[in-house]
């Protein structure tokens, strides 16, 4: 056993790899060959066949060789092919991508004056809202309700004969008187008075909005408590209105009201006007009362 | 004389025939002609030393070129199909110029 250890290592063994690959670069076996060869081991073999042979060898390396230049110079047209299909193909994704990114820039461009054009256009719809819901209470479209002044009006307690009830002229005053002062909204006896309304006197009946109306007559005005009973007093109607109530007795009581509900005026009754045009020939003579 | 012979009667032949190579053999004939060359730089060491041998030289050829080829499919199928291809490569290069220094030797004294 130890004389195992104690021999020398083969060369083999002991050999870098490098070092044996430089010495053994040419095969071992044309050493042995010539080897036996000298030693006359080797039987003769014919010197043209073989020779033969070997060029037959040396022409199938040319084939591969050259098969081998031939094939990557093919390979090399196709890969060129190929980079050049991907290059163009890289180029013509950057133009698309560039002529997108102005299509986002010009979008962007139209976004903002959008947005400019909708500021504008909600600043305007903000002032119709306004102006229609000034109109709306103005024209009795709408119930409306808040504070204001209540004014009662009633016949005096024992008149003389009929010219001392209270006529529509009279209530035409206060009311005119009303809006002059500054009042919003205004209704007799719950009815709302609007520019289409109108009161009148039948016999000695009041009618308002073509409704009669009994004494009391309760004037509901929406304004601003502070001026309107103030105000009323300094109008030309109002003074009117005042003076012939002093002057005919009668029974008026003015106060100030925070919770006024005034209803909606009645709709005009549309005589010739008709709602849309659908087309609906059995439409045609129907009356419509919004 | 008649080795260069069938050296120039082979790349003829190549050149008028243009053999089409197969798809999946296409990557193994890079390393079968490198094998090959080894072979026909060794043989021609081999005869520069009086040494060289019409079956060694046939033997050696054959064997190299299919050995390669060899490893760098079993390369392929492992995943380390590059990795053994630089390998044989280095192994034969190594081979190949140290043989065509022999040769250099032989030629130019040198």
């Known amino acids: 056993m130890a004389d195992e250890w104690d021999r020398p290592l083969p060369a083999h063994v002991t050999t870098p790899l490098l070092t044996r690959i430089t010495e053994q670069s040419m095969d071992e076996d044309y050493q042995q060959v010539a080897l036996r060869k000298g030693t006359g081991d080797e039987r003769p073999s014919g010197p043209a066949r073989p020779r033969m042979v070997a060029a037959g060898v040396i022409a199938v390396f040319g084939v591969?060789?050259?098969?081998?230049?031939?094939?990557?110079?093919?390979?090399?047209?196709?890969?060129?092919?190929?980079?050049?299909?991907?290059?163009?193909?890289?180029?013509?994704?950057?133009?698309?991508?560039?002529?997108?990114?102005?299509?986002?820039?010009?979008?962007?461009?139209?976004?903002?004056?959008?947005?400019?054009?909708?500021?504008?256009?909600?600043?305007?719809?903000?002032?119709?809202?306004?102006?229609?819901?000034?109109?709306?209470?103005?024209?009795?479209?709408?119930?409306?309700r808040g504070e204001g002044v209540r004014i009662t009006v009633n016949d005096p307690s024992n008149p003389r004969d009929t010219t001392q009830l209270v006529r529509d002229e009279d209530l035409a005053w206060l009311v005119d008187g009303l809006w002059e002062a500054g009042a919003e909204a205004i209704a007799i006896n719950d009815q709302r008075l609007n520019g289409l309304g109108a009161i009148r006197n039948v016999g000695i009946g009041v009618r308002v909005n073509s409704l009669p109306v009994n004494p009391p007559y309760v004037i509901q005005a929406i304004g601003d408590t502070r001026t309107l009973q103030a105000d009323l007093l300094d109008t030309t109607h109002g003074q009117q209105f005042f003076d012939l109530a002093d002057q005919l007795g009668f029974d008026v009581n003015m106060q100030n009201d925070d919770g006024l509900q005034l209803p909606a005026a009645r709709g005009p009754r549309l005589l010739h006007a008709l709602r849309g045009t659908s087309g609906k020939p059995d439409m045609k003579n129907e009356e419509v009362n919004p | 004389m008649i080795a260069a012979l069938g050296l120039l009667a082979g790349i003829l032949l190549a050149l008028f025939l243009q053999p089409d190579v197969p798809l999946g053999l296409e990557p193994y004939l890079p390393i079968a002609v490198v094998a090959a060359l080894d072979a026909v730089f060794g043989g021609l060491r081999a005869y520069l030393d009086g040494i060289f041998d019409d079956k060694v030289f046939v033997v050696s050829f054959v064997s190299n070129v299919v050995i390669a080829a060899a490893i760098v499919y079993l390369g392929d199928k492992l995943g380390v199909g590059g990795q053994l291809s630089t390998g044989v490569i280095v192994v034969l290069g190594i081979r190949i110029f140290s043989n065509v220094a022999a040769i250099r030797r032989h030629l130019f004294h040198a």
Do not use: C, F, P, W
Request: charged letters at 30%.
């Open chain 1, 64 to 144: 591969l060789i050259t098969t081998a230049a031939v094939q990557t110079s093919a390979d090399a047209d196709i890969t060129d092919a190929s980079r050049e299909t991907l290059i163009q193909r890289i180029k013509d994704e950057r133009d698309q991508v560039e002529g997108q990114q102005r299509t986002i820039a010009d979008l962007q461009d139209d976004t903002v004056g959008l947005q400019d054009a909708l500021d504008v256009l909600t600043e305007d719809q903000a002032v119709a809202t306004a102006r229609q819901r000034r109109l709306e209470v103005a024209t009795g479209y709408i119930a409306v």
